[in-house]
């Protein structure tokens, strides 16, 4: 018998969109689960729409917002535009957000969001933070 699972599929929580900009033009990037913590950053089993990443290597992993790092998984690559289940801890696939508009309140981090201050840190994007 083939292994068989149901899933519900949906956009998720997207209040952190400050606009429909950039919805349409999201890249497609290769996330690592490994960086991720299921207690952490997918509680519920999948990545919340609005989790903050960074690009390290070519694969997607959390970002640091702590303000003095400015390389590596300090540097803004964008958001996931839609909740992501994770299955398993194979990396994959996921549509990331690196331009637009974003509501810094509603961005879904824990310990709170704060939209990065040095240019380092968000150079990789044009994201308006509002």
């Given at each position: 018998?083939?292994?068989?699972?149901?899933?519900?599929?949906?956009?998720?929580?997207?209040?952190?969109?400050?606009?429909?900009?950039?919805?349409?033009?999201?890249?497609?990037?290769?996330?690592?689960?490994?960086?991720?913590?299921?207690?952490?950053?997918?509680?519920?089993g999948?990545?919340?729409?609005?989790?903050?990443?960074?690009?390290?290597?070519?694969?997607?992993?959390?970002?640091?917002?702590?303000?003095?790092?400015?390389?590596?998984?300090?540097?803004?690559?964008?958001?996931?535009?839609?909740?992501?289940?994770?299955?398993?801890?194979?990396?994959?696939?996921?549509?990331?957000?690196d331009?637009g508009?974003?509501?810094?309140?509603?961005?879904?981090?824990?310990?709170?969001?704060?939209?990065?201050?040095?240019?380092?840190?968000?150079?990789?994007?044009?994201?308006?933070?509002?």
């Amino acid at each position: 018998m083939p292994k068989l699972r149901q899933e519900t599929f949906g956009t998720g929580d997207m209040s952190w969109l400050g606009s429909a900009h950039g919805l349409r033009n999201a890249r497609t990037a290769i996330l690592d689960i490994s960086a991720f913590t299921a207690g952490t950053h997918y509680p519920d089993g999948y990545i919340p729409s609005g989790t903050p990443v960074a690009l390290v290597g070519g694969l997607l992993v959390p970002y640091d917002k702590t303000e003095a790092t400015v390389t590596g998984a300090g540097i803004l690559a964008g958001f996931v535009l839609t909740d992501q289940p994770v299955v398993g801890n194979a990396d994959f696939a996921v549509p990331l957000l690196d331009h637009g508009r974003v509501i810094v309140a509603k961005v879904p981090y824990s310990g709170g969001f704060a939209a990065p201050a040095a240019a380092a840190k968000k150079a990789a994007t044009t994201i308006v933070f509002v």
